[in-house]
C-alpha cells in the first residue's frame, strides 16, 4: 500500500508560498463603520416591510450619519484605500437607493400598484448612477479646487432623507391617505432626477476647516441646541431640513455659476486670441 500512496515530499528548493501581511487597524475601522450602515440600511428595509415605518426612518438618518463619519475617521486614521471607496459606494446604494425606494413603496407607492414600482426601481437605478458618476469624477485631475465645494446633482445621503418628506409629513399628522399616492409618485420622481442630474449643489465640505476662537464656544451651543431638537422633534426638524435644502438648491447652483464665470475672467487668453483675422 506504501507504493501505491508514497507520502508527498516537496521539493527542496520549491519556493515558499506568499503570506500576505497583515492589514492595519486603522484600515479596518472605518470600513467596520461602512458595513454597520449597511446593516441599518437592510433593517430599514426589513422595518418598512413590517409597517414600522418611524424606525425605518431612523435607521436611514443613522446609516447617514454613518456614511458622513467613515470617510473622516478613514482620513484621520490614514486608513483610507481603494477598497473602502468601492465598499462605501455599495453601501450607498444600498442605504439610499435601494432602501427608500422599497420604504416609500411599502408606505404609499403600493397604492400605484405597477407604476409605484417602476419609480421606485427609477429612483434606485439613479442613485447607482450617481455613485458611478461620482466616482468617476474623482479621478479627475484637471478638476479645480474650488469645484470641491459642489456636488453634481444631488448627494446619495441627501437624496435619500429629501425623498422621504412624504414620510416625515405623515408622522406630524398629514395623513397620506392612497388618493395622494400620485402626489408622493410625482415627487420621487423629481428627487430621482436631481439626482442624476448636472445641477450643482453646495457641498461644504473645505468650509469650516478653521474656526476662529472666538466661534468655538458659540458653535458648541448651536451643536448642542441642534442635538436637542432633534431628538426632541426628529420629523419636524428632519422635514425644515428637506424643505430649507431643496429650496437652498437654486442658490448653490447660482453660486456656482458665478465661480465659474470668475474662472472663465480669470483665465489667461491665448497668443494670437485678439489678434483680428486676416482680410
Not at 199 to 207: C, E, I, L, R, Y
Request: charged share 15%; hydrophobic share 55%; aromatic share 10%.
Amino acid at each position: 500500500m506504501d507504493d501505491l500512496f508514497p507520502p508527498f515530499a516537496p521539493e527542496p528548493n520549491e519556493p515558499r508560498p506568499r503570506r500576505f501581511k497583515p492589514v492595519p487597524v486603522r484600515m479596518i475601522i472605518p470600513n467596520m463603520i461602512t458595513l454597520m450602515a449597511v446593516c441599518l440600511g437592510l433593517t430599514a428595509v426589513r422595518f418598512g416591510f413590517e409597517g414600522k415605518f418611524e424606525p425605518a426612518v431612523i435607521a436611514i438618518v443613522a446609516a447617514a450619519v454613518l456614511d458622513g463619519v467613515d470617510g473622516r475617521v478613514a482620513r484621520l486614521l490614514k486608513g483610507t484605500s481603494r477598497f473602502g471607496a468601492e465598499l462605501d459606494s455599495l453601501a450607498d446604494f444600498v442605504n439610499f437607493g435601494c432602501a427608500p425606494a422599497l420604504i416609500l413603496y411599502s408606505f404609499v407607492l403600493h397604492n400605484l400598484k405597477q407604476l409605484g414600482w417602476i419609480v421606485a426601481l427609477i429612483f434606485a437605478i439613479a442613485m447607482a448612477l450617481r455613485l458611478a458618476r461620482f466616482n468617476v469624477m474623482l479621478d479627475d485631475p484637471n478638476r479645480p479646487e474650488w469645484k470641491k465645494d459642489f456636488f453634481v446633482g444631488m448627494p446619495a445621503p441627501a437624496g435619500a432623507l429629501t425623498v422621504m418628506l412624504p414620510l416625515y409629513l405623515h408622522f406630524l399628522g398629514f395623513e397620506m391617505a392612497p388618493g395622494l399616492a400620485p402626489v408622493a409618485l410625482i415627487y420621487m420622481l423629481v428627487i430621482a432626477l436631481m439626482v442624476i442630474s448636472t445641477v450643482p449643489t453646495f457641498s461644504g465640505k473645505t468650509v469650516g476647516k478653521r474656526v476662529p476662537r472666538e466661534y468655538v464656544l458659540p458653535i458648541f451651543v448651536v451643536t448642542v441646541a441642534a442635538f436637542g431638537l432633534l431628538i426632541s422633534f426628529p420629523f419636524e426638524i428632519l422635514a425644515l431640513l428637506s424643505l430649507g435644502y431643496l429650496c437652498a438648491i437654486p442658490i448653490g447652483a447660482n453660486q456656482y455659476r458665478r465661480k465659474l464665470k470668475a474662472e472663465a475672467a480669470a483665465a489667461p487668453s491665448l497668443p494670437g486670441d485678439d489678434e483680428a483675422p486676416a482680410a
